[in-house]
């Protein structure tokens, strides 16, 4: 069996397709697997060091208002779908897969239409509550759209051919335990908030959160796991102005970036993140409460569309970015530690949301298409 996929641009589309083509692999090892990506992207990276063969196209999306720069911007993207598709074209006759597999991303867009005009069988995974401009382009082409939410087919055309499978996951995010974890970062029975705003760090977040580790450092109430991001190394001196060196509170864990997520993940008691669906596919899985804060930037506000999708089953709460202050997070944060019933509540309305079998549910729709 031969798979092209072709998603990229941010690690919400990057990592199912890697998570996809790993499970794959493993049930079926002589399977060959491609993907496609952005020269520019961070598909480039993340795909190289899974192990998986990349070819490149370069592609853009458009700007979405009229600055000098962005009409130079956008016309060079006129010009890059025409390239972009030719050079697809050119990639997928040499490789000649059984199917391909498109998980987002301006990249997804070219190679999954180009594959459907030439007579490939396609699917297309959306990870998020609010389908993306290119899932709903694609969904008329494709043999099949795979949902991450139920949610997300009353936003497609009534004809369109979905199924949920979820997001996919890691599996070392099942695999450990809120027990294990705890004794590995040497935590104790007082409650675990685990807070962060992305790699590249929220400012609006980092800024809120300020107050909540600080009073953790007084009261000892909680224990603290906050990574601030690339862009927030500002962070520890912004605490130590209002009183506080880090380094001196044992229940404090701030840090640049969570390498050990799954480990964190299973320790913690609350959750404060912004809303990406692989995350919230995560906590789900690991029936986390959280209080989400959505970026407001992104594409067709989609954050905020997934994080309704827990709030509606209580199984978490929202701030949003334009409400966000410290008394709110730090008030969001107590009301849920605080209601021993509440906390369980929502853990329990959380992890019925869960998909843990996204990954094999893909692969039967593969083997399916691929007789």
């Known amino acids: 069996m031969k798979i092209l996929l072709a998603g990229g641009g941010t690690a919400g589309h990057i ?3 890697l998570a996809i083509a790993s499970y794959i692999k493993e049930k079926e090892p002589e399977t060959e697997i491609l993907f496609i990506g952005n020269r520019d992207g961070m598909e480039q990276t993340l795909v190289t060091k899974a192990g998986f063969p990349i070819k490149s196209i370069v592609i853009s999306g458009f700007k979405r208002n009229f600055k000098p720069q962005s009409i130079v911007h956008n016309v060079k993207t006129v010009s890059r779908m025409f390239t972009s598709s030719a050079k ?17 991303g301006y990249v997804s867009g070219p190679v999954v239409r180009t594959a459907a005009n030439m007579g490939i069988p ?32 009353k936003h497609l055309d009534a004809d369109v051919n979905f199924v949920v499978t979820g997001n996919p996951i ?29 790699s590249l760090g929220a400012r609006c977040i980092n800024e809120a959160m300020a107050g909540l580790v600080v009073r953790s450092a ?3 109430k909680y224990q603290h796991i906050h990574a601030y ?20 509170y044992e229940n404090l864990d701030i840090r640049q970036y969570i390498d050990n997520m799954p480990t964190c993940l299973a320790a913690c008691d609350v959750i404060v993140s912004r809303a990406g669906a692989i995350t919230l596919s995560e906590l ?85 298409i691929v007789k």
């Not at 969904?139 to 949902?147: C, D, G, I, P």
């Not at 409400?323 to 929502?346: C, H, P, R």
Request: aromatic share 4%.
């Open 284 to 368: 789900q899985a690991k029936g986390k409460p959280a209080v989400l804060i959505p970026s407001p930037y992104v594409a067709e506000n989609h954050q905020y569309h997934n994080a309704m999708a827990l709030v509606n089953k209580k199984a978490a709460s929202l701030i949003e970015e334009k409400d966000l202050n410290e008394e709110k997070l730090i008030k969001a944060v107590d009301d849920m530690v605080s209601d021993s019933e509440l906390l369980e509540e929502y853990s329990k309305n959380a992890k019925s949301m869960a998909i843990t079998d996204a990954c094999e549910r893909i692969y039967n729709i593969v083997k399916d």
């Open 170 to 198: 890691r599996e070392e995010i099942l695999r450990v335990s809120k027990e294990d974890a705890r004794k590995e970062l040497g935590l104790d029975e007082r409650p675990v908030v685990l807070s962060f705003g992305g």
């Open 218 to 220: 007084k009261d000892q």
């Open 122 to 153: 396609c699917i297309i995974h959306e990870q998020n509550a609010f389908p993306g401009v290119t899932t709903k382009m694609l969904s008329k082409k494709v043999k099949k759209v795979m949902l991450a939410v139920e949610d997300a087919k």
């Open 88 to 104: 697809a074209k050119k990639l997928i006759a040499e490789f000649a897969p059984d199917i391909c597999i498109g998980t987002g």
């Open 229 to 248: 991001g690339q862009q927030g190394t500002w962070f520890p001196e912004l605490v130590k102005e209002k009183g506080i060196d880090i380094e001196k």
């Open 15 to 17: 990592n199912p397709a």
